[in-house]
């Protein structure tokens, strides 16, 4: 009776020190969280980045020297010339495109045509629709005292979101100056990386794991949220260019819409109309027509050369992480929710399909199964 109350007194004494030890583990990892939840898209953005351009800096490092240093430095300075020109122009056009709207709300040179007698016998909605635009022609004003409200909201909304690709912006080009901090000590982060994934599933997986969350990141981050950055460069400095008004914005759609993987020729098509009604048909705007669709055309060029050697990931799980990426991160969670998606999809389904298969005949000795086998072959009469 003794025994068994000292052996409940200790069992019950390791489950509290395991609890207790347990919370302040919990407690320490919440309260790591907190402080390093504001850095979190900046420093995932990073790494995903150091991954992506990690096999370039090793094929020009032994060109520079097998300098580290030097070469993430190259690979940074380069990257930033040539990011910071489209993403200026196109910061500009954003903005211009914003004050000009709010500009003509502004003025009394808003000019709206007569409504046609024919959207009037529409069914449903043709004579409010009718009354609306003839208010909307004959007194301006009005219509706008009673829309201001709206307007207001949308436009603060609008700016708010603005605001965020701006700031998407700046943690793109600070997430790409740490990306090469991170590409200069590279061979000690894969060591690490490796380490810490076999500390978490044991020697014959974490290497393996630590493979597949590299092969993904480099095929999502190239064939899927990089084809699209550039068509959104290529797209939006053509309608810089061309004066396009609101380039700024339609290259944003161009952008989501590369990233869903839809055809960003879409985006393309209509402006190309659009130039042709305003400006006529003359060298320029045909040049223009002929660039627009070559380069809302361009994935089907580029994913050949950048998502072939990558790891197949459904286009669903992509769409989910760019919107959900979007509506909790913003406009470079965008560029992160596919990412990190599409990893956690390609570890799901690893876990998945590496179960253990279990013979009832291999859980036998060895030796027996000779007499087993002998046994079954010779049945006793």
């Known amino acids: 009776m003794l025994r068994t109350n000292i052996s409940a007194r200790a069992l019950s004494g390791g489950l509290l020190d395991v609890l207790i030890r347990a919370g302040l583990i919990t407690v320490l990892v919440l309260f790591c969280f907190q402080i390093f939840h504001p850095f979190l898209n900046l420093m995932l953005w990073a790494v995903i980045l150091a991954i992506t351009l990690y096999p370039l800096h090793c094929m020009l490092k032994g060109k520079l020297g097998n300098k580290d240093g030097r070469t993430a430095t190259l690979i940074v300075v380069v990257a930033l010339a040539l990011l910071m020109v489209p993403i200026y122009l196109l910061g500009t056009s954003i903005s211009d495109s914003i004050e000009g709207a709010l500009a003509i709300l502004k003025s009394d040179s808003l000019e709206i045509p007569l409504p046609s007698e024919k959207i009037a016998t529409l069914p449903l909605i043709g004579k409010p629709l009718y009354s609306f635009w003839m208010q909307s022609a004959t007194d301006m004003s009005s219509v706008l005292m009673k829309l201001m409200p709206y307007i207001k909201t949308v436009g603060l909304t609008l700016l708010g979101k603005m605001a965020g690709v701006g700031v998407g912006f700046l943690l793109f080009i600070g997430a790409l100056i740490i990306a090469g901090v991170l590409m200069a000590y590279g061979e000690k982060g894969e060591r690490s990386a490796i380490a810490i994934a076999t500390r978490l599933s044991g020697p014959e997986r974490g290497p393996r794991i630590t493979e597949l969350c590299t092969a993904t990141i480099r095929a999502v981050a190239q064939g899927v949220v990089g084809i699209a950055f550039i068509q959104m460069l290529l797209v939006g400095v053509g309608f810089v260019l061309m004066g396009v008004p609101g380039a700024g914005l339609l290259a944003m759609v161009a952008l989501l819409m590369g990233i869903m993987q839809l055809p960003v020729i879409l985006v393309s098509l209509p402006v190309i109309a659009y130039v042709f009604a305003t400006e006529g048909t003359t060298l320029a705007t045909i040049v223009f027509a002929i660039y627009s669709v070559v380069a809302g055309m361009a994935d089907n060029i580029l994913k050949p050369l950048m998502l072939g050697r990558g790891v197949d990931v459904p286009m669903p799980v992509i769409l989910i992480g760019a919107l959900g990426g979007m509506v909790t991160g913003g ?48 049945p006793p009469v």
């Open 331 to 378: 406009f470079i969670g965008l560029f992160i929710g596919p990412v990190v998606l599409a990893v956690a999809y390609q570890l799901f389904w690893q876990w998945v399909e590496d179960q253990p298969q279990i013979d009832a005949l291999d859980e036998q000795p060895r030796d027996e199964q000779p007499r087993i086998e002998a046994a079954n072959e010779h």
